[in-house]
């Protein structure tokens, strides 16, 4: 089945930092990807989404490419910010009959000190 | 306003109670989901909603069952909590008409069972 398998947390930073999140997934068909982003006491939000190979995603200085060859999908970010401190999900749906479902990573806590 | 809702936001109960969780949206989306997520496990599903008559199991339903009273609607019940079911719960919806499956979430209910 389809998994997705992203960097253990918490990562802790200091302001202006360069951020990098791995992530890289398992899936039968053609997935499309995405980073969702937890800030405290709020629900998920889409942070950006890549559909196919070699796709960049990009929103708020977050960067993320799909790489089918390595099957990853990793978020990058120049220079982090206090209020970038959240949980980074990183996600996929299939392109196949179970194309309803995101199947998640289990997050990664960010915290970003000033 | 917010475009998913979810009532209440907060609930602490006992062992044995039944509980019921509320959803609504205002954004038009026939699909509707319920998750529950717990630290370090990222999101799983619980169940999903294609439309008000199409109600399906995801990963993780014993112990839970919900009702699709109308398309902006999607309650989720514990029909007798126990303490396992602690966790923050999470309702979403997409647009089965869009090209990818993007999933809009609600903020979230923090349940605590004793």
């Known amino acids: 089945g389809d998994s997705v398998t992203q960097m253990e947390g918490p990562v802790t930073l200091s302001e202006e930092a360069f951020l990098t999140i791995n992530c890289t997934y398992t899936a039968t068909g053609y997935p499309s990807l995405f980073w969702y982003v937890q800030y405290p006491g709020e629900g998920l939000q889409l942070l950006l989404k890549?559909?196919?190979?070699?796709d960049k995603g990009s929103n708020k200085g977050f960067e993320a490419t799909y790489r089918k060859e390595t099957t990853s999908f990793h978020l990058e970010k120049g220079s982090v910010q206090v209020s970038d401190s959240a949980v980074y999900f990183c996600a996929l749906t299939d392109s196949g009959g179970s194309n309803y479902k995101l199947t998640f990573g289990k997050g990664t806590l960010l915290t970003v000190n000033p | 306003d917010a475009d998913v809702t979810q009532t209440p936001r907060n609930r602490i109960t006992k062992t044995g109670k039944r509980i019921m969780l509320e959803c609504s949206q205002t954004k038009g989306h026939d699909r509707m989901y319920w998750y529950r997520q717990d630290p370090g496990l990222g999101l799983r599903l619980i169940y999903y909603?294609?439309?008000?008559?199409?109600?399906n199991k995801g990963e993780i339903s014993d112990g839970y069952s919900v009702s699709r009273q109308a398309q902006a609607k999607f309650s989720l019940s514990l029909e007798s909590a126990i303490p396992n079911q602690t966790a923050l719960y999470f309702c979403a919806t997409s647009d089965p008409g869009l090209a990818v499956n993007e999933q809009f979430f609600g903020p979230g209910t923090r349940l605590t069972v004793l």
């Open positions: 890549a559909t196919k190979a070699d």
């Open positions: 909603s294609f439309d008000v008559k199409d109600i």
